[in-house]
């Protein structure tokens, strides 16, 4: 597995080595050892999550302020943008994002470290999102940052208005939203 680095340092990408034949492909999707030496930690997840959504659907941007979550996203089936955003105020790169392209095709994942706010828009008719937590679903700490703040100007390859839940339309600032330290 490569892990290559992105414009901010604690995201990372992860791409396997696929091995194809005529019957089909085979190729590692998870190694506790190589991601701890990409992250300079050993995470423990704690939970799994899967989505469904149709192409347009935008969601995000979601994080939780205790319980927070560090993730391991992948795409089963389908394209995403993925996005990372640090929200952590004493950070070097407080404010900046990160975008890449997912899919079931290309096999990369993102580290999305604690102190990020995370999204994504379905790009392909639908897309089916796995992701690794962790730490578990805590609703009553989870936020969410206007996926189309001004202040951090989110280049999401759209066309049109993106469908959004009731929880996503609700969103912050970021000057307005509970960050961290």
């Known amino acids: 597995m490569q892990v290559h680095a992105t414009e901010i340092p604690a995201v990372r990408l992860l791409e396997p080595e696929v091995f194809g034949d005529p019957r089909g492909y085979f190729f590692e999707s998870y190694n506790r050892k190589v991601l701890a030496e990409a992250i300079g930690h ?5 939970q799994d999550n899967q989505s469904r959504s149709g192409r347009g659907v935008l969601r995000g941007l979601h994080y939780q302020v205790r319980n927070t979550q560090g993730k391991l996203i992948r795409v089963l089936s389908g394209e ?34 604690e102190g990020f706010a995370h999204g994504f828009l379905v790009l392909s008719e639908f897309a089916e999102v796995f992701y690794k937590a962790t730490d578990y679903y805590a609703p009553a700490h989870e936020r969410c940052i206007r996926w189309d703040d001004p202040q951090l100007a989110i280049r999401w390859p759209l066309t049109g208005q993106p469908g959004l839940s009731r929880k996503d339309t609700e969103g ?7 960050l961290f330290p």
Do not use: K, M, Y
Not at 83 to 99: E, H, K, L, P
Not at 172 to 178: F, G, I, K, N, V
């Open 172 to 178: 912050l600032a970021l000057t307005e939203a509970e």
């Open 80 to 113: 995403v943008f993925d996005v990372a955003v640090d929200i952590r105020r004493r950070s070097d790169t407080f404010g900046r994002w990160v975008g890449v392209h997912l899919s079931a095709d290309n096999h990369r994942q993102l580290w999305v470290p």
């Open 42 to 46: 050993d995470p423990q997840f704690v």
